[in-house]
């Protein structure tokens, strides 16, 4: 059975940084597409970035420049680096894996079978 396992959340001013990450176990994360979503109180739960098994990259509008999704296979972890965060950042990111293989990157949450407990990350103005 896969696990996934976040960290690196935490609190921050905006213009801050903050790097997660996601420990893979279970899961041959190397050949899954894998993608961060984040979820605020009282809102639906969004893609933030995904990566393919061959290193194709998508992110939502809102983090586009800021936020750099990255995966190192041979520690099987995913990372997420947020620079320039924003209060409207505030959420519980989760890191989730797809279980077939797929073509090419995506953020639908419903496309995805694997999902970690998440991380809080809490940005102030």
């Known amino acids: 059975q896969g696990q996934l396992v976040e960290s690196g959340g935490g609190s921050v001013q905006a213009g801050g940084s903050l790097r997660l990450s996601c420990a893979a176990s279970?899961?041959?994360?190397?050949?899954?597409?894998m993608g961060w979503f984040r979820q605020a109180p009282g809102k639906e739960r969004e893609g933030v970035a995904a990566?393919?098994?061959?290193?194709?990259?998508t992110y939502a509008d809102s983090v586009k420049g800021r936020f750099t999704i990255s995966k190192d296979n041979a520690k099987s972890t995913l990372y997420l680096q947020m620079n320039s965060l924003k209060p409207e950042d505030t959420a519980m990111y989760y890191c989730a894996a797809v279980m077939a293989w797929v073509r090419g990157p995506r953020l639908n949450p419903y496309e995805y079978n694997y999902w970690g407990q998440g991380t809080q990350v809490t940005v102030s103005s």
């Open positions: 279970g899961i041959t994360s190397s050949s899954r597409c």
């Open positions: 990566i393919d098994s061959g290193g194709s990259t």
